[in-house]
């Protein structure tokens, strides 16, 4: 997303309570000198829902370490993962961009595990030095694959659903029993958040993705 990237001080500036994490991630959605969009213009894209169907089976995965690498086949996506914290900006807290990564917010899920594992990247970036890992997250669509690697170890994802929400729609950080995935991003504009959730079918062997 074009927003700079935070600086490296999060050890001494996480905020260690709900309420701010809640705070930062409001702040982070919002992002910096821009308009929240009406009501009228927060839509769902059209035709990108995928049709109801029995709940697959998943076999029995090991849980996963810290994300080192997304990979999305159908996107042209493999981008490596750091992760991402809430860091005070003139005393105003706010989630941590990546830099050259896509980032895995540090109070999200593991791979593999039950609750949601939450990845945001940039959609365009002001700096030339950085990289704009999603992109092409756009071009995603219901039953595409998201591989999120834990060292050598994958874990494959379903992808479910294509929205768009409003920057301060903090409910799609949220984790339940069910073993999902949410990457967000910016639409070109900025104006909107573009968000793709996935729920997990099972490990991936090592290598990359077919």
Same mark, same amino acid.
């Given at each position: ?34 308009? #929240?969009?009406?009501?009228?213009? $927060? ?5 990108? /829902? ?15 370490? @810290? ?5 999305? #086949? ?13 860091? @005070?900006?003139?005393? +105003?807290?706010?989630?941590? $961009? ?5 980032? =895995? =917010? ?15 990247? =940039? ?56 073993? /999902?995935? /949410?990457?967000? $991003?910016? /639409? ?6 573009? +968000? ?15």
């Amino acid at each position: 997303m074009a927003i700079k990237a935070a600086g490296g001080q999060r050890g001494s500036t996480l905020i260690a309570t709900g309420m701010v994490l809640a705070a930062g991630a409001i702040a982070w959605f919002g992002g910096e000198g821009q308009t #929240p969009p009406s009501p009228a213009e $927060t839509a769902t894209l059209p035709g990108r /829902t995928a049709p109801a169907a029995a709940p697959a089976v998943v076999r029995a995965v090991s849980n996963g370490g @810290l994300p080192t690498r997304i990979v999305v #086949p159908s996107a042209g996506i493999d981008a490596p993962v750091v992760e991402v914290g809430v860091v @005070l900006e003139g005393g +105003v807290a706010r989630w941590e $961009t990546a830099w050259q990564a896509a980032g =895995h =917010h540090l109070d999200s899920a593991m791979p593999g595990q039950p609750g949601n594992v939450v990845i945001s990247g =940039h959609v365009s970036v002001a700096d030339r030095r950085n990289l704009a890992v999603f992109a092409t997250l756009n071009r995603v669509t219901p039953g595409d694959a998201v591989v999120v690697y834990a060292g050598a170890r994958g874990y494959r994802y379903i992808v479910e659903s294509i929205t768009v929400v409003e920057p301060d729609a903090v409910e799609v950080l949220r984790s339940d029993a069910r073993a /999902t995935v /949410t990457l967000v $991003t910016c /639409t070109p504009d900025l104006r909107h958040r573009l +968000v793709v959730t996935g729920r997990l079918e099972g490990e991936d062997s090592p290598g990359d993705p077919a």
